[in-house]
């Protein structure tokens, strides 16, 4: 991390006025739709799905120990695929993340930490002629800014209840878990050995069964959704896509375990 030197009080109020119209006016709150209440500033990233304290090396363990492999000739169940991208990930403690709906370029993109950690550094694109939103957590605090403002503190009560969109969701954000609840509500899997980057995972998921608020599904959109997950040889995740409706999430994994460079100290 860099250290920056703290600025007087002038500078820090003009910042924080600039920082509340970014907030209030940018499109950083509607890149989804939904009502979702802002969250505690606590992150997900150490609870499981019932709620409880996992370890962080059990973010991504089966929740019913370890899973009998399936034959070779039958297809993953969620649960099996959960333990084997487990424990690829465990060999890492960061990941490069994206979020858009598979046109260039992504809404969102991260250097996420995980483990000891669940700090990150996201870049927001809010669409063309407009400035980028830089958006870091860090020791569980959100900062926002652009390239004019460093990213300043911002806590959840700062954003409307009924914000909806991103921002809500990066406070509480956490990739993994995500993953997670898309493999335990995984239905039959079929499998496509020839995908371009390994193998390619389809089922069917229950959008409720998505941390909230979400990432991947802004607002509180129930029933089944189809998921498409890409992994590489070495069981780590390389595209995870879902469509429900007319919608599409693609989130893409890459660079695992490459420096995340954090600009708040």
Same mark, same amino acid.
């Given at each position: !991390?860099?250290?920056?030197?703290?600025?007087?009080?002038?500078?820090?109020?003009?910042?924080?006025?600039?920082?509340?119209?970014?907030?209030?006016?940018?499109?950083?709150?509607?890149?989804?739709?939904?009502?979702?209440?802002?969250?505690?500033?606590?992150?997900?990233?150490?609870?499981?799905?019932?709620?409880?304290?996992?370890?962080?090396?059990?973010?991504?363990?089966? /929740?019913?120990? =370890?899973?009998?492999? /399936?034959?070779?000739?039958?297809?993953? =169940?969620?649960?099996?695929?959960?333990?084997?991208?487990?424990?690829?990930?465990?060999?890492?403690?960061?990941?490069? #993340?994206?979020?858009?709906?598979?046109?260039?370029?992504?809404?969102?993109?991260?250097?996420?930490?995980?483990?000891? =950690?669940?700090?990150?550094?996201?870049?927001?694109?809010?669409?063309?002629?407009?400035?980028? !939103?830089?958006?870091?957590?860090?020791?569980?605090?959100?900062?926002?800014?652009?390239?004019?403002?460093?990213?300043?503190?911002?806590?959840?009560?700062?954003? *409307?209840?009924? *914000?909806?969109?991103?921002?809500?969701?990066?406070?509480?954000?956490?990739?993994?878990?995500?993953?997670?609840?898309?493999? =335990?509500?995984?239905?039959?899997?079929?499998?496509?050995?020839? *995908?371009?980057?390994?193998?390619?995972?389809?089922?069917?998921?229950?959008?409720?069964?998505?941390?909230?608020?979400?990432?991947?599904?802004?607002?509180?959109?129930?029933?089944?959704?189809? /998921?498409?997950?890409?992994?590489?040889?070495?069981?780590?995740?390389?595209?995870?896509?879902?469509?429900?409706?007319?919608? #599409? *999430?693609?989130?893409?994994?890459?660079?695992?375990?490459?420096?995340?460079?954090?600009?708040?100290?």
């Amino acid at each position: !991390m860099s250290l920056r030197r703290r600025p007087s009080h002038s500078l820090r109020e003009a910042r924080r006025g600039r920082l509340g119209a970014l907030v209030l006016t940018s499109g950083l709150l509607v890149l989804g739709c939904g009502s979702d209440p802002a969250p505690e500033g606590e992150s997900y990233l150490l609870t499981d799905l019932e709620g409880g304290t996992a370890a962080p090396s059990a973010v991504l363990g089966s /929740a019913t120990g =370890t899973a009998t492999p /399936a034959p070779a000739d039958e297809a993953p =169940t969620g649960t099996e695929l959960i333990s084997r991208i487990g424990e690829a990930v465990a060999a890492f403690d960061s990941v490069v #993340v994206t979020r858009g709906n598979g046109t260039p370029p992504p809404d969102l993109r991260a250097g996420f930490t995980y483990g000891a =950690t669940n700090d990150f550094a996201a870049t927001v694109f809010l669409g063309p002629g407009t400035d980028e !939103m830089l958006v870091e957590r860090v020791d569980g605090t959100l900062y926002v800014g652009d390239a004019d403002t460093p990213p300043q503190p911002v806590d959840a009560d700062e954003v *409307a209840p009924d *914000a909806g969109g991103s921002l809500p969701a990066l406070f509480v954000w956490s990739p993994l878990l995500d993953l997670r609840a898309v493999l =335990t509500s995984a239905g039959p899997v079929t499998v496509d050995a020839s *995908a371009a980057d390994g193998t390619a995972y389809r089922f069917d998921i229950a959008l409720g069964a998505l941390p909230r608020p979400s990432t991947i599904a802004p607002g509180r959109q129930r029933g089944s959704a189809t /998921a498409t997950l890409t992994v590489d040889d070495d069981s780590l995740p390389v595209q995870l896509e879902i469509s429900y409706g007319e919608s #599409v *999430a693609v989130v893409g994994y890459s660079d695992w375990g490459a420096p995340v460079e954090l600009s708040v100290s």
